[in-house]
């Protein structure tokens, strides 16, 4: 079998990947953070582990990228904002997030592992070998909507990030209310912001493997974000009533 023989069956894999996950996370959180508990067996560091598990998106996008016969304006585009994600999160985000000396199971470091080895994959190919972008695509509504998207979820989710930390290094040890910016509003605006961004990624690349990753983006982040939400509810009495725990308003 060859890379195309390939191609279909992961994005749907991903697809029902993002089914499960978006069932079983109603059910049982994945052990890391907030949520981390004993009966998982081996650790790492979570600083290395987020290293070592987002490792394959950025190395594989790039090995797609260059090895594609046509690298027009678009594809260095669509190279660009996938790397200011996942270059930020491989090697930087490991090193500055507040919780990076704190346990990380490595049965949970492993499936994200691959899971990124599979996104990388379908993206990667599909993208810059599969779909034909000329340079009029930067002027078509899919393009410039889903880049709008991508812009405004990037920014979201990086200051969620940095606000976060900042709170986290106020306290290292415990957990306290997040307050300020979005977080008046969502309990999780860093699950908010990530969800916009590959969602605008989805429409910009107008892709089965973009929009297999913006489902599994949400069918992961979503509920995790309600069980957050509900974990500063029975952890904070005086938690604001008024929030709402992904979407402002909404949810």
């Not at 993002?18 to 049982?28: E, I, N, Q, R, S």
């Not at 080895?117 to 000329?134: E, K, T």
Request: proline share 6%.
């Amino acid at each position: 079998m060859n890379l195309p023989d390939f191609y279909k069956p992961v994005c749907f894999t991903l697809l029902f990947l993002a089914g499960a996950a978006f069932t079983a996370l109603f059910f049982v959180q994945a052990p890391y953070g907030k949520f981390l508990r004993k009966g998982w067996g081996p650790s790492i560091r979570s600083g290395w582990a987020w290293m070592l598990m987002e490792l394959p998106s950025p190395l594989l996008m790039m090995i797609f990228f260059f090895t594609a016969e046509e690298k027009g304006l678009v594809k260095w585009l669509f190279l660009l904002f996938w790397l200011s994600h996942y270059l930020y999160r491989t090697f930087i985000y490991s090193v500055i997030q507040g919780g990076k000396d704190k346990p990380y199971p490595l049965v949970v470091a492993g499936m994200a592992f691959l899971f990124n080895i599979m996104n990388g994959f379908v993206n990667g190919y599909g993208v810059f070998h599969l779909n034909l972008y000329d340079a009029e695509w930067v002027f078509t509504v899919q393009f410039i909507t889903g880049l709008v998207l991508f812009l405004t979820g990037f920014y979201i989710n990086k200051k969620a990030d940095l606000l976060f930390r900042k709170m986290r290094m106020t306290s290292p040890r415990e957990y306290v209310i997040p307050r300020g910016w979005l977080f008046n509003y969502i309990s999780s605006p860093h699950y908010f912001g990530e969800i916009i961004q590959w969602s605008g990624w989805a429409i910009m690349t107008f892709s089965l493997p973009g929009m297999a990753f913006a489902v599994f983006t949400f069918g992961n982040l979503f509920p995790r974000a309600i069980a957050s939400h509900k974990w500063y509810r029975s952890n904070f009495p005086d938690y604001p009533v008024n929030r709402k725990a992904v979407i402002p308003f909404i949810v």
